[in-house]
Nanobody, 125 residues
Framework: QVQLVESGGGLVQAGDSLRLSCAASGRTFSNYHMGWFRQAPGKEREIVAAISRTGGSTYYADSVKGRFTISRDNAKNTVYLQMNSLKPEDTAVYYC??????????????????WGQGTQVTVSS
């Protein structure tokens, strides 16, 4: 199975940018669709963005469309989430997730079998 480790979170001000990284190890990274999810205090975990095995297909939640960009570097076994124009409502723990079973990228928690430990993103107003 694949192991996932997120990094890049932190405390920023509204309008700032952050880039999250998720490094994968253990299996062939290009076999996995990858997703970024987030969970704010008291709220359910929700999808932020997802990217297909080759990077040719992406999905974004409406709340981040136009501000966030998901990308991957299969040679580096890493998926990224570039977050621009951050808002206080983006504050959450961000998780990356991997799926090697489905044909298409999934938008749901149940569509991913492997998860990282999460990285905190806090956006102050």
């Amino acid at each position: 199975q694949v192991q996932l480790v997120e990094s890049g979170g932190g405390l920023v001000q509204a309008g700032d940018s952050l880039r999250l990284s998720c490094a994968a190890s253990g299996r062939t990274f290009s076999n996995y669709h990858m997703g970024w999810f987030r969970q704010a205090p008291g709220k359910e975990r929700e999808i932020v963005a997802a990217i297909s095995r080759t990077g040719g297909s992406t999905y974004y939640a409406d709340s981040v469309k136009g501000r966030f960009t998901i990308s991957r570097d299969n040679a580096k076994n890493t998926v990224y989430l570039q977050m621009n124009s951050l808002k206080p409502e983006d504050t959450a723990v961000y998780y990356c997730a991997a799926d090697d079973r489905r044909t298409l990228i999934s938008r749901t928690i149940g569509g991913y079998d492997y998860w990282g430990q999460g990285t905190q993103v806090t956006v102050s107003s």
